[in-house]
């Protein structure tokens, strides 16, 4: 079973910064917080991923709770193409495959 | 960034016959591959993790003689669906990473079998 839990669905405004939240309270120690999105009819997108500093690249920026309890993503001004299924996923270094729960439909509005 | 390749993108096939899926890393070497199915409405479902050079390790439900997984080397693994029927019909996705980096996914192949 999927770590992680999230909201089913989310809107927002085009342009406007999109948060999405993710509760791991059972983390472990080791394990990392990843994020990815799924565009209709395409594989994963790897988005961001960090351990428990806050993390920024060039697609969104991944804020972790100090207690790693929680974390949300964010994608600083959303476009269309941001619409998506966004998937928070916990794991632990090499070997280890993802497990994916039901992520969060994210609808970027104009 | 690490690419993965997956062909074909989409197959349609009778039921009854065989489908192959090519998954390829194309500049890194993935020493494991995962290969995940999807069906409409739902997430990803792990179907199994082949090692190269060793027999892949099917996850509870999965039939290894239907399912059969290849992966004879660092860029190459290969799912087989054999005497494909219609409750096969899905979206199959391989992924695959080296050493701790993030794992990297293929476009996903479509099949349907008729």
């Known amino acids: 079973d999927a770590k992680t839990t999230q909201p089913t669905s989310m809107d927002c405004a085009e342009g406007r910064a999109a948060n999405l939240p993710c509760n791991h309270s059972t983390i472990s120690g080791n394990e990392y917080v990843y994020w990815y999105r799924q565009i209709h009819s395409q594989g994963p997108q790897y988005i961001i991923h960090g351990l428990k500093n806050n993390e920024t690249n060039e697609m969104a920026s991944l804020i972790i709770t100090e207690d790693r309890k929680s974390s949300t993503l964010i994608l600083p001004h959303a476009t269309l193409r941001d619409t998506a299924v966004y998937y928070c996923i916990v794991r632990a270094n090499y070997g280890q495959n993802f497990v994916f729960g039901p992520g969060t439909r994210l609808s970027v509005l104009p | 960034g690490a690419v993965v390749s997956q062909h074909p993108s989409w197959v349609i096939c009778k039921s009854g016959t065989s489908v192959k899926i090519e998954c390829r890393s194309l500049d890194f070497q993935a020493t494991t591959m995962f290969w995940y199915r999807q069906f409409p409405k739902q997430s990803l479902m792990l179907m199994a993790t082949?090692?190269?050079?060793?027999?892949?390790?099917?996850e509870q439900g999965v039939e290894k003689d239907k399912f059969l997984i290849n992966h004879a080397s660092l860029t190459l693994s290969t799912l087989t669906v054999t005497s494909a029927h219609p409750e096969d019909s899905s979206f199959y996705i391989c992924s695959g990473g080296t050493g701790g980096s993030p794992l990297h996914f293929g476009n996903g192949t479509r099949l349907t079998v008729t």
């Open positions: 082949s090692n190269e050079g060793s027999k892949a390790t099917y």
